[in-house]
């Protein structure tokens, strides 16, 4: 229902403007550097696409640039869905250049990163970094307000190391009248693993005027719906289970829809890797180049595939685009396989390699 994507807290209400407003609650694709590129925006497309996309981030600092290869998700968009331009930075002026620079291209907004948990990140306070500096948040989103000509997005965490400033932080994202807030439920030194704090979303939603997104271990179309009523969050935006689960966004809409909701199968799983495959191969470049990348994704994927984890343990040994594909034939596509239905959360026990989950906080920044 419309109604369900606006805020009513506070006494005032705020919501997306029409152009963003479907008829069912939104879902999106967290932004995941090195991942959410144009290339998975085209596999996640062909399966069904969230509401709204969020690009990798762009650094902003003195000598940047408005990086190429991330732009062409905006202004090669292959879905109709609006994309958000996220920026990481913490110079004023720089970001203002940025954003003005921004301004000639297709983005339904701007968005600013207050998460990313990478040392040499917020070492430079940037990202995560500046959520110990609340007074420095306001001052940003006050020139991004009067900068920024289309939506204001915030994509946060709830805090450093501690939910100190939380109500702070609130309050300047009322005071700046920013669009909409993705909440990650964690604080910056919670990394990915640790539990998430939904309170947070809860009391997020309580006390700003915008609509806000719930993101942190979202893991299946259930637990959206679930986490969605727990906190009362206006949307949901999912970042690992959707590399995991392509399908999410539609299992979402179907639901919603009091549709049956697909369930894939293991042969559609296969189908879903060679389509990742061809679709992120660059050319000219070494084969386990590509397959290295590749493995960046089945690390995930591969969290639901069998509960021993061997297929896990085999894709990781692979070099080669013929032995990757082999151990995906032998766990995905024998006879009798590929109509058995993928497994809808990860198995317990079973981890994507660190290496793959903190892949965003090892980043250089510039
Ligand atoms: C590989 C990877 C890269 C990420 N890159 C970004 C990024 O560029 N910007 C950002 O705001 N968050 C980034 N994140 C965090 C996600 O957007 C998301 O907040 C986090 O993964 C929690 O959501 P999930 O449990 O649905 O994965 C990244 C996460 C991962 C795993």
Redesign the pocket.
């Known amino acids: 229902m419309i109604s369900t994507l606006k805020s009513e807290s506070m006494g005032s209400t705020r919501s997306l403007p029409d152009s963003l407003i479907k008829d069912q609650w939104p879902t999106a694709l967290?932004?995941?550097?090195?991942?959410?590129g144009l290339p998975f925006m085209k596999v996640i497309a062909r399966r069904g696409a969230p509401d709204f996309f969020?690009?990798?981030?762009f650094r902003v600092h003195a000598h940047s640039k408005i990086d190429e290869e991330i732009l062409s998700s905006i202004t090669q968009n292959p879905t109709e869905q609006p994309v958000f331009a996220?920026l990481?930075g913490e110079n004023i002026e720089d970001l203002r250049r940025t954003v003005r620079d921004f301004q000639n291209y297709p983005i339904a907004g701007i968005?600013l990163?207050?998460?990313?948990p990478a040392p040499r990140v917020f070492k430079k306070n940037v990202?995560g970094g500046l959520l110990r500096s609340p007074k420095q948040i306001l001052s940003i989103l006050k020139m991004l307000r009067q900068e920024v000509g289309c939506l204001l997005t915030v994509?946060m965490?709830i805090g450093f190391e501690d939910d100190r400033f939380f109500d702070e932080l609130l309050e300047a994202i009322n005071e700046t009248k920013v669009d909409l807030l993705?909440l990650?439920a964690?604080t910056v030194l919670g990394g990915?693993r640790s539990m998430?704090s939904y309170s947070h979303v809860a009391k997020a939603v309580g006390g700003v005027h915008c609509p806000v997104l719930l993101?942190?271990?979202?893991?299946s179309f259930h637990s959206a719906f679930d986490l969605k009523e727990l906190t009362g969050a206006h949307g949901v935006?999912?970042?690992?289970?959707?590399?995991r689960n392509p399908w999410i966004f539609r299992q979402v809409r179907e639901m919603q829809a009091k549709r049956s909701v697909f369930q894939p199968t293991l042969g559609d799983v296969y189908e879903y890797i060679e389509d990742l495959y061809n679709t992120l191969e660059k050319p000219g470049i070494d084969e386990r180049k590509n397959v290295g990348r590749m493995k960046?994704f089945l690390n995930f994927v591969g969290l639901s595939i069998d509960a021993e984890g061997k297929f896990l343990h085999q894709m990781r040994r692979t070099q080669t685009k013929k032995e990757l594909f082999s151990v995906c034939e032998k766990h995905l596509s024998k006879e009798g396989q590929s109509d058995m239905y993928f497994n809808s959360e990860p198995f317990e026990g079973l981890v994507?390699r660190p290496s793959?989950?903190?892949?965003?906080?090892e980043?250089k920044l510039s």
């Open positions: 967290a932004p995941m550097q090195d991942v959410t969020f690009t990798e981030f996220q990481i968005d990163n207050l998460g990313c990202g994509k965490r993705s990650h964690r990915y998430p993101n942190g271990n979202v893991t935006m999912i970042g690992r289970s959707a590399i960046k994507a793959s989950e903190s892949g965003y906080s980043c």
